[in-house]
């Protein structure tokens, strides 16, 4: 099991969450939703909590440490810049403030959470991509990334981290997998049903503000011999021929997510298919005509967790953090 977490944890919030909902993550998920960023999957398998006490070290006394997946090097952050750092690439600075400190927590416990699973051998808890804008972002990239308004938003973000640096979502006393994702089709999923392993607190929730989301319907088409290319990497041998009769119906999990569906007379994992063709949900259609084949998500994200959409909804409703955090990850234990 460590060494299939270790696996996916090198792969990290760069395919939650969750996947498993970044402030250019979103951002392009509204303007340029046909490229979806890949960190949405890159979330651990989750096994059972260890039983040691968690601590949230000081700011100062901790090195945060994450694999630069584009330059394979281990980045050291404190703990303050890295939350900042996490923050900013997961959430619009201009979202409601109770909502960008459910993402710091969320943010903050889930790198604990990973610290305590990882055996990397370079010593990284997780893996983010600064310059591609995913999982964490330096302060070179945040100059870059906000230019003119650089010092307006990192005073504004940093005051919200400082109010919750020390704050941290427990279960059984130790960090929980607090994954996080942009957008649901209305509930959230539970862990099982996308990494194959159950925890407590990563289950379906109501999450139905997600469905007023921009771009939370999304349809996108490919020819026949490019849904041939993808299911090849799944080895199978999609037939030319006879392309309509590739796709059965799926079956659906509770959430109404594609669990597994009968593809080339196989059956195949949503999950799997998702990322073949690199769909925004598991919550999907598939129709053919002409020659093309059309998919139709509803969400964006692995669907596990946390929902920044449903978050910002909470948050703008009047809740707050504490009150977002407990709703998508119920049985956990807020420390502060």
């Known amino acids: 099991m460590k060494k299939f977490f270790l696996l996916l944890c090198a792969a990290l919030l760069v395919l939650g969450s969750a996947l498993p909902l970044v402030s250019y993550r979103l951002t392009r998920a509204v303007l340029a939703p046909e490229t979806p960023a890949a960190s949405e999957d890159a979330v651990p398998s989750v096994p059972p909590a260890d039983s040691s006490a968690a601590e949230a070290p000081s700011a100062d006394s901790e090195t945060f440490r994450f694999e630069d997946s584009s330059t394979g090097q281990v980045v050291e952050l404190s703990r303050r810049d890295y939350v900042l750092g996490a923050v900013a690439a997961e959430m619009p600075v201009s979202w409601p403030d109770e909502a960008l400190k459910a993402q710091a927590v969320a943010a903050h416990t889930y790198a604990l959470y990973c610290r305590d699973h990882s055996a990397a051998e370079n010593g990284a808890w997780l893996t983010a991509d600064p310059a591609r804008r995913q999982g964490c972002l330096t302060e070179p990239v945040l100059r870059s990334y906000w230019g003119t308004a650089y010092d307006e938003n990192y005073a504004r973000l940093s005051s919200l981290v400082d109010e919750v640096l020390d704050d941290l979502l427990t279960y059984e006393n130790s960090p929980a997998c607090t994954s996080y994702f942009a957008i649901s089709n209305g509930r959230t999923e539970a862990s099982e049903n996308v990494w194959g392993s159950a925890l407590p607190y990563l289950v379906s929730v109501d999450s139905s503000t997600d469905l007023a989301a921009d771009n939370y319907e999304y349809t996108v088409t490919f020819s026949a011999a490019q849904v041939q290319q993808a299911l090849a990497g799944l080895g199978l041998t999609a037939d030319l021929a006879a392309p309509e009769s590739w796709f059965g119906p799926a079956e659906l999990t ?26 925004r949900s598991t919550c999907f259609t598939v129709q053919y005509q002409s020659g093309n084949f059309s998919f139709t998500t509803r969400g964006y994200g692995h669907g596990v967790g946390l929902s920044q959409w449903g978050a910002k909804a909470m948050a703008e409703q009047g809740a707050g953090y504490a009150d977002i955090l407990a709703h998508y990850y119920p049985g956990t234990q807020l420390l502060r």
């Open 254 to 279: 509770a959430a109404g997510y594609a669990k597994a569906l009968p593809v080339c007379g196989q059956i195949v994992s949503g999950t799997a298919l998702r990322r073949v063709l690199g769909l």
